[in-house]
């Protein structure tokens, strides 16, 4: 049976999906579902992520629907209840990555110096998030981090594009997290749900071995 980790080695990408419209962030779901990614994150600033997740895991079976954004223990716990499949965390807490643990969810915690990715690591993550890439040179730094720090998983984040992700994958990281590049305001403000699907399809096109 296929593991989140498996889907992410497969793909490479995942999908990030931040909305204040719950039926605006289920049709980015399902338009990007359609492109071919499989990897939802709904982060749980949006509007009602609880609810939304509950629903997609029920319209995307083939799809693995996770929570992002989890910043203490309640959003983890309401985050777990409703059924994600993996969870994003913008910084390091041992407490929440223990917890995700014992209840056999991967959980990716966010980091951007190698203390703060070696923290997250011996602490339990399943990866780590490495955020915002780009403030620190993107697919260079990345590539810097390999000597030391290649056997951990990194998932950069804040400033990818479907022009550099492949980049940033050749220079080590294990996936690539995607936001407003995937699902641009404008689009997800006049419904453009085709345009959506293409830019899914488009990704990993580009992401393909």
Known sequence: MQTWLDCLRDQRAIAVIRSDD???????????????????????????PDTLVRQLRQELPHCWLGAGTILERGQLDAAIAAGSQFIFSPHVNADLIAIARAADRPIVAGALTPSEIVAAWQAGATAVKVFPVQALGGADYIRRLQGPLGTIPLIPTGGVTC?????????????????????????MRDGDWNAITNRARDLLTRLKP
């Open 22 to 48: 719950p039926e605006q962030a289920r049709r980015a779901a399902h338009a990007l579902a359609a492109g071919g990614l499989r990897s939802l994150e709904i982060t749980w600033n949006s509007a009602q």
């Open 163 to 187: 022009a550099n992700a492949r980049e940033l994958i050749q220079a080590g990281a294990i996936a690539v997290g995607l936001a407003s590049q995937l699902l641009p305001p404008e689009l």
